[in-house]
């Protein structure tokens, strides 16, 4: 079945960087685009990036542009988001997610999450 496992959270001081990973399985990842999103305390998920199932093109939200990237390694079934400049209102459970399509319908999976901590 379809599986997604990040990892790469901490606890990190305002400034610093984390890299966050997540490594897909259970399905053709090389074919499908991914995404992250992040969940803080009392706030909806939100959208933080995106990137094409090849790479080529790449969204991040405007609230994190600049700071962070999304990437992929389709040899390693692997998603990363790179974050520098971390401030504390990026403290969030960070999530990554893929959607599959068939026909008219389609499924989000989700992996368990990983929390990131931005804190002096």
């Known amino acids: 079945q379809v599986q997604l496992v990040e990892s790469g959270g901490g606890l990190v001081q305002p400034g610093g960087s984390l890299r966050l990973s997540c490594t897909g399985s259970?399905?053709?990842?090389?074919?499908?685009?991914m995404k992250w999103y992040r969940q803080a305390p009392g706030k909806e998920r939100e959208l933080v990036a995106a990137?094409?199932?090849?790479?080529?093109?790449?969204n991040i939200a405007d609230s994190v542009k600049d700071r962070f990237t999304i990437s992929r390694d389709n040899a390693k079934s692997t998603v990363y988001l790179q974050m520098n400049a971390l401030v504390p209102e990026d403290t969030a459970v960070y999530f990554c997610n893929t959607r599959r399509y068939s026909g008219t319908s389609s499924e989000d999976y989700w992996g368990q999450g990983t929390q990131v901590t931005v804190s002096s």
């Open positions: 259970g399905f053709d990842f090389s074919s499908q685009g």
């Open positions: 990137i094409t199932f090849a790479g080529r093109t790449t």
